[in-house]
């Protein structure tokens, strides 16, 4: 209990101190040459970075870019996601097989590698890598809820539903999408870790952010220049960026062994 | 055996067609006119027709499409616009690079992930499968390119020990394979640990005790020969995030991979050199999964001898 | 493992040792050579071809030149000693040092006229043909002796003639020397095996040089710590400089160089046409905390393109202190200020250090209320939009120029690429006048006014915000010496090298 609460906290503690931090006079892009690459100590918090900006300000500005990002993108790819592969499930036949194919070809990239080359090609900027990591995103949440709206699609009250007369499109938003929630919010707790990684990782490439802006990413990847004199670059964004993903995984893992846990009580009880 | 490997093939070819698909149409989804970005506009009208011909860029998108699939199949993948070498010479340059560093990844990792799957599995509940969890969880939320660096800062700067980054015999490999290798190891541990719970509930496995053998025997001889065939596939499927992963490990290292090889075409925009990287990418992830698909019939005998549904 | 079949045992140990002598034999350096690190590969040994500061620098070693450049950058002889026949003819005699080619050959004055003959073949495409379209013809009088023949006269000539002469076979069969070099000087070739390590070796005494190629700062300088390389030159974040300096086994030296750093801006965008607003910027920079922080010791602010020792450099000059005071007035009175600032987009290349030293000239600028967008290209893309005239504001260096001729390259308003490198398109009759009473100036000193005048102009007019010049730097172990800088950065200083064991 104590670990899902000090989890739960975590997140608590980014998203509002992102917002917070938007509202707060900070002084992200103001360079203090005299503060150059200062570690932290007792006057600062943690300390400045290569043009005297100070990493405290620029990391609650990465948080809130890495928050807006994580919740957007999965926010697409959970709609998309979940509507394709719920209709796709249900209405079945020849549209089914080409939106398995479809899902199949976008799963054949490895992981980032399609958001890398889509960013890469697209041109960098933080409004691609929403774009990007959504277009590659909606595919495992049309996958799962697919698999899960075949399991459920037969169930009695959605059988009773269809003979009464209701419209198709009732049926998948006011039974069907409902009855495979649960497993969808968990995948997507998972997908807030994943993207908030992947946002980084494309940050640290260089495809996210641009200069000035700060994120996570670009800070560990400027910070990686300066590691033989001021390694405080690189491990104060690498511990925020890791406590977050740390906090949001436990989350979901707790989240997914409650539902088993509910679906085992389900079975046995059906 | 035989329909499933047709059908096997069958619908990965489908999957291939459709993966040299995207990424042909990658490059038109430039904003803007292709042959300006490749230019960098600072061409003669004269050099941006010549361009535009040799890529077939002013045919209707159709015949670009066929032309495409042609060349393909010649194994002609262009030229790149920055070296003007052939792009499969380049491509050929920098796959030994990545292909040892891949195979070195998967063995740090097996390395790591079957102690750390088998103890977790054995302990289940108590201290040692919390740890091990634990651990597994902090390397999936640790991403590489955060831990690269931090290996450097520890093994290269403060210790000395190792090289900080490029391929510069064995002793250069270890870092980046170990960067890869925890990041596969940490989600191929919980797979195994949760295969091996499964197997281990099984009658046979309760048989095999109430015979009298040891738990460690039962463990080796029974239980992870029947967990292996999940495990197998997830390898299989974790190759994919390996060649994934890559393209950030080879950057943060200096490694001459493939990875780097998109990496620095992107940056360069050598979009031939790009697409390129992006279908063998994805095509060798494709083959292994099939592979793999076959391999785990194969040995799976229910499969194998063709058992009726 | 403990029972393995007998065949698979011996394939084991026979893998073992394979990958013990591969290890042992990727490792073992020569420990006698020097190892120079470099920041960028060096890309052609053809002093024909080779436009790069790298290669133009190795280059200098490998082959000979027939004149060079003093202290205050005034032409001497080097290869050979010359005599001005007429205003359109000059006479060159070869002296007795460095006559004698990699590959046995005597350099004679037949050498000298093809060199020159195959970069004069527009079909050859070489890129240093531009500096020598005056040369009307080239007359070999004897081994020794070649004339060259001018269109125009010009009193500054010989200073153009700075290419390393190659063998007269390999030029007139069309060979191109890329990846090695046939060349005369202090150097010669010896193995060029892959992209990051080029050695060659010096011929009096047969000590041997590695140019050993680390991109990453953060490597070269470990490397450098732990004795896999003996040298840096420049190239490297002054925090690292620093961090060398601190260390006792590393020497650090440091000298003022001549590369010229500047803003460059397009005089055809109609903001930047306004005199004002260039002003405004240049008095809007703190020129003086850019280079106390961010740069090496030695960097000197600058005012022009030629440094204050040069023969023909600015000696008096009124400079653009720190006001940001009066550059938001400027602003003002263009009709710039709060509640309609202006806009301007800068663009550099992706090198970090640059980059860098733009996010804080957008600072500095945003302080008195511009705001400036900053765009980073690849080096291609960048290079060809600041040829093409596709920007406002950019920023970049002018490396090792000597030759005041580098004037009507820069500012004449007939240099406007690709003739030359007018990327403003600044167009002034008065600059360029003077450029031309300079060239033809027979009378010394009248040749140093008008260069004086032309500068002052310069300064006026603000085509360039110039910034400063570069220091350069070296770090070596402390096992080396005899290395001296040179004001522009070239590797001579290799020729009196040493290396204590």
């Known amino acids: 209990m104590n670990r899902v609460n000090l989890s739960v906290g975590i997140m608590i503690i980014w998203v509002l101190g992102s917002l917070i931090g938007q509202w707060l006079p900070l002084d992200v892009n103001q360079i203090h040459l005299e503060a150059i690459l200062k570690t932290p100590g007792a006057d600062n918090w943690f300390g400045y970075d290569d043009l005297g900006r100070p990493v405290f300000d620029r990391l609650l500005s990465g948080s809130y870019t890495s928050c807006v990002v994580a919740l957007t993108v999965i926010a697409l790819s959970v709609s998309m996601g979940t509507v394709i592969g719920t209709l796709s499930a249900y209405l079945g036949g020849g549209f089914d097989h080409i939106i398995t194919r479809i899902i199949d070809i976008f799963l054949a990239f490895p992981g980032i590698l399609l958001a890398i080359a889509l960013a ?39 059988i009773a539903a269809e003979v009464m007369g209701t419209g198709r499109m009732k049926i998948i938003f006011r039974h069907l999408i409902p009855l495979i929630s649960t497993p969808v919010l968990v995948e997507a707790t998972f997908g807030v870790a994943s993207v908030v990684i992947a946002e980084a990782g494309l940050s640290f490439l260089g495809l996210g952010v641009q200069a000035p802006d700060a994120s996570w990413g670009s800070m560990i990847r400027d910070g990686t ?42 079975k046995s009880g059906v | 055996m035989l329909r499933f490997i047709l059908a096997r093939l069958f619908s990965t070819i489908i999957v291939v067609f459709g993966v040299a698909c995207l990424v042909f149409l990658l490059i038109h989804l430039v904003p803007g006119d292709p042959v300006d970005m490749m230019l960098g506009e600072n061409a003669q009208m004269a050099d941006r027709q010549a361009l535009r011909e040799a890529l077939g860029l002013n045919q209707p998108v159709g015949i670009q499409l066929l032309n495409y699939f042609v060349h393909l199949l010649q194994g002609d993948l262009g030229t790149s616009l920055h070296s003007r070498e052939p792009v499969v010479q380049i491509l050929a340059e920098r ?62 700067i403060y210790l000395g020990w190792l090289p900080v980054s490029g391929r510069d015999g064995l002793v250069s490999m270890i870092l980046p394979a170990v960067t890869l290798g925890t990041a596969l190891a940490a989600v191929l541990s919980r797979m195994i640990r949760s295969t ?108 194998r001898l063709g058992q009726s549904s | 493992m403990s029972d393995l079949p007998g065949s698979l045992s011996w394939l084991w140990k026979g893998c073992s040792l394979l990958i013990i002598l591969f290890m042992v034999a990727c490792s073992t350096p020569d420990n006698h050579a020097i190892r120079f690190g470099l920041a960028n590969a060096p890309i052609s ?61 005597h350099l004679t004055a037949t050498d000298v006229k093809a060199t020159y003959d195959y970069i004069l073949d527009a079909g050859n495409a070489s890129p240093h043909r531009g500096s020598l379209l005056n040369i009307k013809d080239i007359v070999v009088i004897d081994d020794n002796t070649v004339d060259f023949m001018l269109n125009n006269a010009d009193p500054l000539f010989p200073s153009f003639l700075v290419i390393g002469i190659v063998p007269a076979s390999v030029a007139t069969q069309g060979q191109v020397l890329n990846k090695y070099s046939i060349g005369s000087g202090a150097f010669r070739f010896v193995d060029w095996p892959g ?7 010096r011929r009096r005494d047969k000590q041997r040089i590695e140019f050993i190629h680390v991109q990453d700062t953060t490597v070269r300088v470990l490397k450098l710590i732990r004795g896999e390389v003996d040298m840096l030159q420049n190239d490297l974040p002054k925090e690292l400089v620093r961090y060398l300096e601190k260390r006792e086994s590393i020497d650090v030296d440091h000298l003022m160089g001549n590369n010229f750093s500047y803003l460059g801006f397009n005089l055809q965008d109609p903001l930047l046409a306004d005199k004002r607003i260039r002003q405004a910027i240049a008095h809007a920079l703190n020129k003086k905390s850019l280079i106390l922080f961010l740069l090496g010791g030695e960097t000197v602010s600058a005012n022009t393109l030629l440094t204050p020792d040069h023969w023909a450099g600015l000696k008096t ?71 093409a005239g596709r ?57 140093v006014k008008y260069y004086q005048q032309l500068q002052q102009q310069l300064l006026q007019d603000l085509p360039y915000v110039p910034l400063w010049y570069e220091e350069h730097f070296m770090a070596t172990n402390k096992n080396i010496s005899g290395y001296q800088l040179v004001k522009d950065g070239n590797y001579d200083g290799l020729n009196q090298v040493m290396k204590k064991l």
């Not at chain 1, 691609?128 to 459920?152: D, E, H, K, P």
């Not at chain 3, 992209?195 to 070796?201: A, F, K, R, S, T």
């Open chain 1, 120 to 158: 890469g090609i697209m041109g960098p900027g933080i409004d691609n890598v929403v774009i990007a990591l959504s277009v590659v995103g909606w595919v495992g949440f049309a996958r799962l809820a697919r698999a899960q709206t075949l399991s459920v699609k037969h169930r009695e009250h959605v």
């Open chain 1, 225 to 266: 220049r300066y590691m033989l004199v001021a390694p405080h670059l690189v491990l104060i964004p690498g511990l925020a960026l890791m406590t977050v993903v740390l906090a949001v995984n436990l989350a979901g893992d707790r989240l997914r062994d409650k539902l088993d846990v509910k679906m085992q009580i389900n």
């Open chain 2, 95 to 156: 796959i030994p690079a990545t292909v040892e560093l891949a195979i070195a990844s998967l063995l740090i990792s097996c390395l790591i992930a079957f102690p750390l799957g088998i103890i977790a599995a054995l302990n289940k509940g108590r201290a040692w499968d919390k740890t091990a969890m634990g651990v597994s969880m902090l390397g999936v939320s640790v991403p590489n390119f955060l831990l690269g660096p931090v290996l450097i800062l520890v093994f290269s």
């Open chain 2, 196 to 303: 091996l719970l499964e197997v281990l509930h099984e009658d046979f496995i309760r048989t095999a005790r109430a015979k009298g053998d040891s738990y460690y025997q039962v463990v080796i001889r029974h239980a992870l020969p029947n967990a292996m065939l999940p495990i197998i596939t997830l390898l299989g499927l974790q190759l994919g995030v390996l060649l994934g992963g890559a393209v950030i490990t080879e950057t943060v290292f200096s490694w001459p991979g493939i990875g780097k090889l998109t990496i620095d075409s992107i940056m360069k925009r050598d979009y031939p050199v790009i697409q390129a990287c992006v279908l063998l990418i994805s095509l060798t992830y494709v083959v292994v999964n099939m592979l793999t698909d076959l391999v785990y019939a194969w040995i799976d005998p229910r499969i």
């Open chain 3, 45 to 105: 040994l053809d002093p024909r071809f080779a436009t790069d500061a790298t290669s133009a620098r190795i280059n200098r070693l490998l082959y000979q030149r027939l004149v060079d450049f003093d202290e205050q950058f005034r032409v001497v002889p080097s290869l050979a000693d010359w005599q001005r026949i007429n205003n359109t003819r000059y006479r060159f005699t070869l002296r007795d040092v460095g006559r004698l080619f990699e590959n046995g050959e």
């Open chain 3, 195 to 201: 992209n990051d390590q080029l050695i060659i070796e």
């Open chain 3, 317 to 387: 000059s009124q400079s653009y202190d720190y006001n940001p005071e009066f550059a938001r007035q400027l602003l003002k009175s263009a009709g710039y200020h709060q509640s309609h600032p202006l806009q301007l987009e800068y663009k550099t290349s992706s090198d970090p250090f640059r980059i860098r030293i733009a996010t804080i000239i957008q600072q500095q600028l945003a302080e008195v209320g511009i705001k400036v967008r900053l765009r980073s290209f690849d080096w291609a893309t960048f290079y060809g939009d600041i040829k």
């Open chain 3, 391 to 447: 920007f406002q504001m950019y920023s970049l260096s002018w490396v090792g120029i000597k030759n005041p001729e580098i004037f009507r390259y820069v500012f004449h308003s007939e240099s406007i690429p690709p003739k030359g490198a007018n990327r403003g398109r600044y167009s002034s009759t008065v600059v360029d006048e003077l450029i031309t009473k300079a060239e033809l100036s027979v009378d010394a000193d009248q040749r």
